[in-house]
């Protein structure tokens, strides 16, 4: 079983940066691809990105390509979402997941979701 933490949001202003935090309970953190997603009010849940397992490979939507960067350090059982230049339309509760379908939003392990707001 594994158990994943986010930290790292809050409000920032357009323009801005943040870097949210996944923490994982588990060995088997570092056998999993994972994902980031996040879910805007009134909107579906998205895709931000995918990272393999060693972190070797990426995937990022169009969206937040050349503004966000993944990372893990499987070592400290923890990923990373580096946010840079955002915009409000960002503004989402976002989640880290592990063993992602594809590039679904589908996945085996949940955490419970950081809010990051950005104002304009």
């Known amino acids: 079983q594994v158990q994943l933490v986010e930290s790292g949001g809050g409000l920032v202003q357009a323009g801005g940066s943040l870097r949210l935090s996944c923490a994982a309970s588990g060995r088997a953190f570092s056998t999993y691809a994972m994902g980031w997603f996040r879910q805007a009010p009134g909107k579906e849940r998205e895709l931000v990105g995918t990272?393999?397992?060693?972190?070797?490979?990426?995937y990022y939507v169009d969206s937040v390509k050349g503004r966000f960067t993944m990372s893990r350090d499987n070592d400290k059982m923890t990923a990373y979402l580096q946010m840079n230049n955002l915009k409000p339309e960002d503004t989402a509760v976002y989640y880290c997941?592990?063993?992602?379908?594809?590039?679904?939003?589908?996945?085996?392990?949940w955490g419970q979701g950081t809010q990051v707001t950005v104002s304009s």
């Open positions: 997941a592990l063993d992602p379908i594809g590039r679904t939003t589908t996945a085996r392990y």
């Open positions: 990272l393999s397992w060693n972190g070797a490979y990426t």
